[in-house]
């Protein structure tokens, strides 16, 4: 059975299951997903012992390992993205799923499953959004490496600090690295959590919103 029937066999809430099974498939079939968790891996790895010296630190703690997170996420997400919604459409079987009685949030959640399975949530929404709004993996790319970079950025000391202090809190507010500061450091705050869950919400709607609007193209 292909895969685009498999994923019309599923019925009502099994739906997701089917589309985010297809999508490993496609990653694990393929090179992308060993190239892509050897890559992460290894540029994990490569932070915590070297650049962030864990062993000339003296301190037994992982905080060297999560706190580059956010920069590594930035750089390997729309890699990981680019071709969710834009691959569908350069081989034409954007169309078939289309067709398929799966509606059109079940077709992002089991796509942003698949992809989150792998990696990280709220960058991988954008990611995702970006994608369909366009059918260029290269273009995808591009503009999911300059928002995850833009949401990055305006919170960082660099940038949030060239305004006023409260300007700036506003700006640390926002972004994604400076809120994972305090899960690098271990701590857990439900401001945090609320933070992520609703950017990764707001781009999953865009998402469906984009993929909609290819059913009236």
């Known amino acids: 059975m292909s895969p685009a029937r498999k994923v019309a066999a599923g019925g009502g809430a099994s739906r997701i299951p089917a589309v985010t099974a297809r999508e490993l498939r496609a990653y694990f079939n393929s090179p992308i997903a060993y190239v892509f968790l050897s890559v992460f891996a290894g540029a994990a790895l490569f932070t915590f012992f070297n650049v962030e010296a864990f062993f000339a630190r ?123 500061q305090s899960i690098a450091r271990g701590v857990i705050d439900l401001r945090d959590l609320v933070y992520y869950a609703s950017l990764t919400l707001f781009f999953l709607a865009a998402c469906v919103l984009a993929v909609r609007a290819r059913r009236w193209t």
């Open 58 to 180: 003296g301190v037994a703690d992982l905080r060297g390992l999560f706190a580059p997170l956010p920069l590594l996420m930035i750089l390997l997400v729309p890699a990981l993205t680019m071709r969710l919604w834009a691959e569908e459409q350069k081989q034409g079987t954007l169309e078939v799923l289309l067709t398929l009685p799966v509606r059109d949030h079940e077709l992002v959640a089991g796509k942003f499953l698949a992809s989150w399975i792998l990696l990280g949530c709220a960058l991988l929404a954008a990611g995702q959004f970006l994608s369909a709004s366009t059918e260029n993996q290269i273009l995808a790319f591009i503009l999911a490496l300059v928002v995850c970079l833009a949401l990055y950025g305006v919170g960082t000391e660099a940038f949030a600090g060239l305004f006023s202090d409260r300007l700036a809190g506003v700006l640390r507010a926002l972004g994604t690295g400076s809120r994972f």
